[in-house]
């Protein structure tokens, strides 16, 4: 099969395959709100936002910058058992396997014999922690009322419930940060920035008003759902590119292939 132009630039929107950080009012704003948590004597921060908003991806960056600078830890995928997240624990912060422990108390006395008393508390980045059974999330706040930890939780915000009235978040979360979905012109810059950050110039071009607009209608400003449909969107100028090249308008996009790509996403009626 001959290559497409296209089919590189469906990659660059791969959701999650690629590390590529793109620098948004919004996620400046969160960026430096988290930094200063971090620096402050606070026990428990949640950070929440809509799925597909950014938070993973600023997680993840928060931790690259500081994880040589600041005793940091990033959990990136969520735990179910309390021995397995506290060994897990361990290792990260340790670098060694853990000595045998029968649960939370065992632990915390281990990791206090370990630990310079006037150190100050290791940060946990805790992603997806509306997935963590209660009791977890309980022993947790242990931990950190312990001060040898403190812990940033990352959750979901959904229209069908609102996370910050969940019972183990009410009245324990010393401060909340929201990261909200992206505007008409941060979802804009959004798509260019990864355009050209993987050297596509050209391509920009492509993209006119009426496309982003368009774009922002379709996926309200959501990270993922920007990736999810400019993936498609590519995959289907890539089919044509192969094999009706001549349907393909190079300077400029045709409405047609966004609202087959919205169509296809779910984001448009047919």
Known sequence: MN????????????????FDYVNLDKSSAAYEKLIQTI????KLILFYGKPGAGKTFLL??????????KNIIFLPRPFFDEIEFLKVLYIKVFKQEPPKFNGYDEFLSIVD??????????TVLIDESQLYPNDLIEKIRLLADSRKFKFIFTVHKTGKEDILAKDYFKTRIWETIELEDSTYLESKIYIEKKLIFHNKFEYVAMFKEKHYKLIMKFTNGNLRSINKFLYKLFEILEYYDLSNPSKINQRSLQIKFLEMAAISQGMLNA
Not at 60 to 69: G, S, V
């Open 113 to 122: 014999s370990k630990l310079d008393k006037n150190q100050d508390a290791i």
């Open 60 to 69: 993840e960056k928060i931790y690259r910058d500081f994880k040589k600078k």
């Open 3 to 18: 290559n497409s132009q296209f089919t590189e630039l469906k990659n660059i929107f791969i959701d999650g395959a690629v």
């Open 39 to 42: 620096d402050k004597p606070l």
